[in-house]
């Protein structure tokens, strides 16, 4: 049972479901063909359709519904041979046609579900519905030397396409909420189905909550948030409105079912109107275009073709290289970083190591840059030989760090850099034992010490040996060829 984190503590249990529209990656608008990129001047990319002009036809876009059927598939949901578009009834300065076309009782796909690993535990939200829509256009009610007595309208987003992923009730945590948005975001980027760009209105969320009590059955009435466009705004919108329904319910007051818009700036929900029941819109089949058919090849196809998912890499990294959650969980984040993971892990047969100076030389020598994996000079190959190079004694541990740091400055191989630099340790026995034979003849006071009993002198000598190499000596080696010489009475 989850208590109501931010309300008056009377056990009162969240009930939040989202509806989340995110703009299509495609060209052209849901209907016509305009482009459906924004930048451009107000209301230069319209046509009779997009404007509602009388007699003005819609065409389905079939790029659209290629990308509706992918997010769809890349959700697991089940996706509807055939489909229907339906007209939803409302006014609005926005919507030139009076009706915004949508889908209704028979949308693209249902059943479906976003799940991740968090704090050991697997969260699942399960998606209901996805169906494909028109967005409206923008209504501008500030800004404007006359906006006092007069709003401004750029028909330039009417008719761009969304696809909208309804979820179940089934969050109750404003933070889970924000993460619920944020994973599937990053399925919608990864699938090239939508750029979601929050702060563009390219990914856009409203949220129902209500309350219920503890161990209750059924919720009370839901309020409805409208328009959150950015995780922020959709964590601090629910758990402001999760403290006013408590504060209303423990005074004894009644939830009303309103729609409300979230105003960042004194961090309250609004009221904007009452809340519509779907029978206020009069949805209806639209009768200018015929059922949505997408045949079981062309969803086959599109199956095929969708790339590895976010959660799916993180858990093929998990299981195949032995990572913890975190390790993995960094690693999987971009396609990119995994890939030039397993690269490096591969080049230096070593994927604890690869993970290692990742996350930590490499990362830090890249902040240190101003740069990123993305921009790295440094290719993963040459990290896997270097990690290599280090762990056979070619070069010691700092001097390997060193190395690395002239590979992102420079994008030179690691055996250049400590050929150039005299970086390469010495590992060969005879060269190391010729220089302590020379340093033990310069310190003949020492090593009588030693031979009396004062062994931590060895360290002593170690360290003027590793300074005749000029610190390229093995350590371990010089170390162990010390001791011998030390420890043979005949020296
Ligand atoms: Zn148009």
Redesign the pocket.
């Known amino acids: 049972m989850h208590p109501a984190g931010t309300g008056g503590g009377r056990g009162y249990e969240p009930v939040i479901g989202l509806e989340v529209h995110a703009q299509l990656a495609s060209s052209?608008?849901m209907?016509?063909?305009?482009a459906a990129r924004g930048g451009a001047p107000p209301n230069s990319?319209?046509?009779?359709?997009?404007?509602g002009l009388p007699g003005?036809l819609p065409v389905v876009n079939a790029r659209c519904v290629d990308l509706g059927v992918l997010v769809a598939l890349a959700l697991g949901c089940t996706v509807a041979e055939r489909s229907v578009f339906a007209r939803k009834h409302y006014f609005y300065p926005d919507l030139p046609k009076g009706y915004q076309i949508t889908q209704f009782d028979a949308p693209l796909a249902r059943d479906g579900a976003v799940s991740w690993v968090s704090d050991g535990g697997r969260r699942t939200v399960r998606v209901t519905r996805v169906h494909l829509e028109e967005d409206a256009g923008k209504s501008f009610h500030a800004g404007f030397p006359d906006s006092a007595s007069s709003a401004y309208v750029d028909?330039n987003r009417?008719?761009v396409p969304l696809v909208e992923i309804v979820t179940g009730p089934d969050l109750s945590d404003p933070a889970d909420a924000a993460e619920f948005v944020r994973r599937l975001r990053a399925v919608l980027v990864a699938i090239g189905a939508s750029e979601a760009i929050m702060e563009d209105g390219g990914l856009r969320c409203d949220a129902n909550v209500s309350l219920r009590r503890a161990g209750g059955r059924a919720p009370g009435a839901r309020t409805e948030i409208k328009n959150l466009n950015s995780f922020r705004a959709l964590q601090r919108a629910l758990e402001y409105e999760i403290a006013r329904q408590t504060a209303a319910l423990d005074a004894g007051g009644a939830i009303q079912p309103d729609t409300l818009g979230w105003d960042e700036g004194s961090g309250r929900t609004v009221p904007m109107r009452a809340k519509e029941q779907s029978d206020d819109y009069r949805y209806f089949p639209e009768p200018d275009l015929p059922p949505l058919v997408v045949a079981a090849g062309r969803i086959e196809r599109l199956r095929a073709s969708l790339p590895e998912l976010p959660e799916q890499r993180r858990e093929r990294l998990a299981a195949r290289y032995g990572l913890g959650a975190d390790d993995a969980a960094a690693l999987a984040a971009t396609p990119r970083t995994a890939a030039y993971f397993e690269a490096a892990a591969a080049a230096c047969g070593d994927a604890a190591a690869a993970c290692a100076w990742m996350r930590g030389e490499l990362a830090r020598r890249l902040s240190e840059a101003g740069s990123t994996l993305d921009e790295a000079a440094v290719a993963p190959d040459a990290l896997g030989r270097l990690i290599r190079m280090a762990s056979e004694g070619a070069v010691s541990a700092s001097a390997a760090k060193a190395i690395l740091g002239r590979m992102v400055e420079t994008g030179r191989e690691p055996e250049e850099i400590a050929a150039a630099d005299a970086l390469l340790q010495i590992s060969d026995a005879g060269a190391i034992d010729a220089l302590v034979a020379a340093t033990l003849a310069r310190f003949p006071e020492q090593v009588r010490q030693y031979r009396q009993g004062k062994r931590v002198i060895a360290g002593f000598l170690v360290g003027q040996v590793m300074q005749a190499s000029g610190g390229r000596a093995n350590p371990a080696l010089a170390d162990r060829l010390v001791r011998a010489r030390l420890d043979r009475a005949d020296q």
């Open positions: 052209s608008k209907f016509c063909g305009c990319r319209t046509c009779p359709t997009c404007l003005a028909f009417s008719g």
